[in-house]
């Protein structure tokens, strides 16, 4: 027999049963969930709108049509009596099916440190089931590979909101179009790579200049203007310690899109660093940016110098033009390299071109004082690609394989 509190609560009404609830802690509420039926059907019912536990785990690989893997990691030094029951909870496997009839009735969201998702077509379905099964990934990488996206923009850019990654890394055969600043206006995000489309290396679909402008843009409206308030910081946790990176290994760039970009970025002081990589662009491109440096000379910091935010001292460009080639001839016999006069003609750049270019102002304070740093930013055009190594779904299948073949041997 229930006792008379029990009953009494019974008893509640559901709005008022919400209303306790909201203003509970995640793990009473999912307590409450298991005191009967009734309740643990309600708090299901509205998991979205209440307090949940999150699963940190250390990697959550979401590869639809094959399997559905969480994975922790633990230290290698545990008590022997302790690690047989330790090693069952370092792997978490699901089939597609499993986990969205089950792992869908838990009351928790994922909150892995590393996030990746591998699919033939990112639609509505798997959006709305990532979207009840995972938390905000604001300290977190997500990356999402897929060969189709049925979503529409809006839908897109509101799920992306939802997750809310620090850094994102897109890859597979998707029109490239999709990505816009509609889709990528996220305050949290830190990083961003947009991978190759290697489905038809000549008809494929590049990311836009344009594109990689608005992005930049709604990245930069994130930041104060220094000269009006540099308390009115957005709330993320080391500000000024964080750097915002964009690589993009193939993209139709033109100089007003670089210019229009390059001056958005460095027109208002901000604490945050800044880097741009951006790969197989033309020859031509890259030549012309470099024989009309000075151009740039006229915006951002020019502009802070004559209002006396800081001293012309304060300022520091750089610009280098270099090649990553191997050929025997060596670097020194390039005729740009090593600040030698620029080639006319840019087909007498090899193929490995790249410019670096990178202004910095450092607002000197006192004597004895650091600098306080109200600009750090860096670009790197390259004609060759960009073959980093990224956080794609592939490598971590490969490595956790590896890993837990070589745990299986261990005596």
Wanted: with cysteine; glycine share 4%; proline share 5%.
């Amino acid at each position: 027999m229930p006792s008379e509190n029990m009953s009494n609560v019974l008893c509640l009404p559901n709005e008022l049963l919400m209303q306790i609830l909201c203003n509970s802690k995640p793990r009473d509420v999912r307590s409450f969930g298991n005191t009967c039926r009734r309740f643990r059907s309600f708090i299901l019912s509205n998991k979205s709108k209440l307090p949940t536990p999150e699963l940190k785990w250390d990697i959550a690989e979401l590869i639809f049509g094959r399997r559905i893997t969480l994975l922790r990691c633990r230290p290698s030094a545990f008590q022997r009596a302790r690690k047989r029951a330790l090693e069952k909870m370092e792997k978490w496997e699901f089939t597609e099916k499993q986990f969205s009839t089950e792992f869908t009735n838990y009351f928790f969201v994922m909150v892995p440190e590393e996030m990746y998702i591998k699919c033939k077509d990112f639609d509505s379905d798997k959006e709305a089931l990532i979207r009840k099964c995972v938390g905000p990934l604001r300290s977190s990488i997500l990356a999402l590979e897929m060969d189709k996206c049925s979503l529409d923009e809006p839908v897109l850019g509101d799920f992306f909101k939802h997750l809310s990654p620090f850094s994102l890394h897109l890859a597979g055969h998707f029109d490239r179009s999709i990505i816009s600043d509609q889709v990528l206006p996220l305050s949290s995000l830190y990083a961003l790579f947009i991978g190759l489309n290697r489905t038809d290396m000549d008809v494929r679909t590049r990311v836009s200049g344009i594109t990689v402008r608005k992005i930049v843009s709604n990245w930069y409206n994130r930041y104060p203007d220094i000269r009006k308030d540099l308390r009115n910081l957005p709330s993320i946790p080391d500000y000024n310690l964080k750097g915002f990176v964009i690589e993009i290994p193939d993209c139709d760039l033109d100089y007003n899109e670089f210019f229009a970009f390059l001056k958005e970025i460095i027109r208002v002081p901000h604490c945050t660093r800044e880097r741009i990589i951006i790969g197989n662009l033309p020859k031509t491109l890259i030549h012309y940016i470099y024989s009309n440096l000075s151009d740039l000379n006229m915006v951002g910091p020019a502009v802070w110098v004559e209002e006396g935010i800081c001293s012309v001292e304060d300022v520091k460009w750089s610009s280098s033009l270099s090649c990553c080639c191997d050929n025997d001839r060596g670097f020194a016999n390039h005729n740009y390299f090593m600040n030698r006069d620029l080639a006319r003609d840019p087909a007498e750049m090899c193929e490995t071109v790249q410019l670096d270019l990178s202004i910095s102002v450092l607002q000197f304070e006192g004597m004895l004082l650091p600098r306080r740093s109200l600009l750090d930013f860096w670009i790197t055009l390259k004609a060759d690609k960009i073959n980093r190594e990224k956080h794609l779904p592939e490598t971590v299948l490969v490595d956790t394989s590896v890993l837990r073949k070589r745990r299986r041997t261990e005596p």
